[in-house]
Nanobody, 125 residues
């Protein structure tokens, strides 16, 4: 079965860190661009970051640039999102997503078709 499974969310205080994982089953991630998205209650879904399949180019939304880092471990068939200096406004459900046509460049990211179930990140003071 082709699917993505996120993990690593949780509760953290402002300034803290979390590392989210996106594990794939049924296919190998190294052939795909992978994106991280988030959605907070009452807000639109936001593209946070992505990593390309061709040269591992990365994109970051302005809201997370300098604080979040996306990476992939092909041996583990997993993509990570390291989140540092977390802020209350980072609170959201985080999803990873992909598909064969997913656009990811250093300047922009599209909206893919295969999504994980999401993992909750809550930053509280």
């Amino acid at each position: 079965q082709v699917q993505l499974v996120e993990s690593g969310g949780g509760l953290v205080q402002p300034g803290g860190s979390l590392r989210l994982s996106c594990a794939a089953s049924g296919f190998t991630l190294d052939s795909y661009a992978i994106g991280w998205f988030r959605q907070a209650p009452g807000k639109e879904r936001e593209g946070v970051s992505c990593i390309s399949s061709s040269d591992d180019s990365t994109y970051y939304a302005d809201s997370v640039k300098g604080r979040f880092t996306i990476s992939r471990d092909n041996a583990k068939n997993t993509v990570y999102l390291q989140m540092n200096s977390l802020k209350p406004e980072d609170t959201a459900v985080y999803y990873c997503a992909t598909d064969p046509e997913f656009l990811c460049t250093a300047q922009a990211m599209g909206v893919p078709g295969l999504w994980g179930q999401g993992t909750q990140v809550t930053v509280f003071s």
